[in-house]
């Protein structure tokens, strides 16, 4: 078991530009959470998906956001047209169950210019 | 969305020192309850769950939960530099996601 992997760690863009992340998660697990933190804060919920359906997003998940989890295993985040302000760690974690804990991937460091 | 209220710190203990950091959470229906360590530029490392009221001990933690107060607290006893770090309290929400409160920015002093 190799823990949550997400690729790349940091990624450094042009505003408006597309940029997109993946996550793999334990193996075992199905449950995906993408979570987004910035300097100074706790990280913020964006979407989470049980096997392959994406059962929640968050009111802050603008229409420029879009994730997937295609057959259940990895996923991947996309963030079109990129602003300043998307600028942020994006983390990744995997839970076996509803409820229980939830671990962290290493996340992808965004920075918009 | 149900809020998670820590005090941001610092908070500066001795070496050796018992490191006490709290957190209160708004949605009375939570039934998980973790603890996270976050070392600069790292993500959140899991070192604390608990579901029950009163204490759950690992090692140098201690995590006291108490659901009627809406209050849960970490102690880390015999503090060690390597400690320092920002923690953050997460209660679940919904059995769905996490909400996380700020963190409590921890440094123990040599």
């Known amino acids: 078991d190799t823990g949550v992997s997400q690729d790349p760690r940091h990624k450094i863009t042009k505003r408006g530009q597309n940029v997109t992340f993946r996550c793999d998660p334990i193996s075992e697990h199905n449950r995906l959470y993408w979570y987004r933190q910035t300097l100074g804060q706790g990280p913020e919920f964006l979407t989470y998906?049980?096997?392959?359906?994406?059962?929640?997003k968050s009111r802050l998940l603008s229409d420029r956001f879009s994730a997937e989890r295609p057959k259940g295993s990895f996923s991947t985040l996309e963030i079109q047209r990129t602003e300043q302000g998307d600028s942020a760690m994006y983390l990744c974690?995997?839970?076996?169950?509803?409820?229980?804990?939830?671990?962290f991937g290493a996340g992808t460091r965004l920075s918009v210019l | 969305q149900k809020e998670v209220e820590q005090n941001s710190g610092p908070l500066s203990v001795p070496e050796g020192a018992i490191a006490s950091l709290n957190c209160t959470y708004s949605d009375r229906g939570s039934q998980s309850f973790f603890w996270y360590r976050q070392y600069s530029g790292k993500s959140p490392e899991l070192i604390m769950s608990i579901y029950s009221n009163g204490d759950k001990e690992d090692g140098r933690f201690t995590a006291q939960l108490n659901k009627a107060s809406q209050y849960v607290s970490l102690l880390i006893r015999d503090s060690q530099p390597s400690d320092s770090a920002t923690y953050l309290c997460?209660?679940?929400?919904?059995?769905?996601?996490?909400?996380f409160g700020q963190g409590t920015r921890l440094t123990i002093n040599p």
């Open positions: 998906f049980q096997n392959e359906a994406q059962l929640e």
């Open positions: 997460a209660v679940e929400e919904g059995a769905q996601k996490l909400v």
């Open positions: 974690a995997s839970s076996l169950a509803a409820g229980g804990p939830q671990y």
